[in-house]
């Protein structure tokens, strides 16, 4: 994370599965949220609750399914295991 958490009230997923719980229990939220991994640098990203799709905020690039999503996140090895401990997620609406 470069030595620097999140500055507004964030969210502390150690797995996935976490993340992609929280996200499927928005209701019918759209949501704006920045991920911070351990290593690289954070993204910005927006959640539809209505379509279940993640878009990345600064190309436009949509993940497939919100477990891609997770997985990219917690930067997954080709098995799905995730490579990191933990993503702090920062709600940005």
Known sequence: MNGSKPQKPHILFRTPEQMQRYLEGAG???LRFR???ISGQPETFNYSSREKTVARETDGMAFDSLD???CYAFQCDSEGYPNTEHVY???LN
């Open 89 to 91: 997620l920062e709600v």
């Open 35 to 37: 991920a911070y991994p």
């Open 68 to 70: 891609d999503f997770t």
């Open 28 to 30: 019918r939220a759209e």
